[in-house]
Nanobody
Framework: QVQLVESGGGLVQAGGSLSVSCAAS????????MGWFRQAPGKEREFVAY????????AYADSVKGRFTISRDNARNTVYLQMNSLKPEDTAVYYC?????????????????WGQGTQVTVSS
């Protein structure tokens, strides 16, 4: 089992920046990659960003490309999501997730482990 705990988030004005982090514990050796997803009220959970655990390959949703940066610190078993130039439409609960597979990383169903989520609110 892998346990994931998010931290960070909060309230920021449009154009501002926030960072969220996700600490992994347990059987972290089984992790192939980590992803960030978000879910706004009344909407489906959507892919935000992905990073492989070893090689640091990354991928982003078009909606956040150029504004968000995903990174990881293997020594701390922690993944970060730096969010810049935030927009009101970025408001959502942000979840980190861990997958044991390297395929279909943009699909929530590919992830076996999830954190509890952290709220990010961007005011206009």
């Amino acid at each position: 089992q892998v346990q994931l705990v998010e931290s960070g988030g909060g309230l920021v004005q449009a154009g501002g920046s926030l960072s969220v982090s996700c600490a992994a514990s347990g059987r972290t050796f089984s992790i192939y990659g980590m992803g960030w997803f978000r879910q706004a009220p009344g909407k489906e959970r959507e892919f935000v960003a992905y990073i492989t655990w070893i090689s640091s390959g990354t991928a982003y949703a078009d909606s956040v490309k150029g504004r968000f940066t995903i990174s990881r610190d293997n020594a701390r078993n922690t993944v970060y999501l730096q969010m810049n130039s935030l927009k009101p439409e970025d408001t959502a609960v942000y979840y980190c997730a861990a997958t044991k597979s390297g395929s279909t990383w943009s699909l929530a169903a590919s992830y076996a482990y999830w954190g509890q989520g952290t709220q990010v609110t961007v005011s206009s």
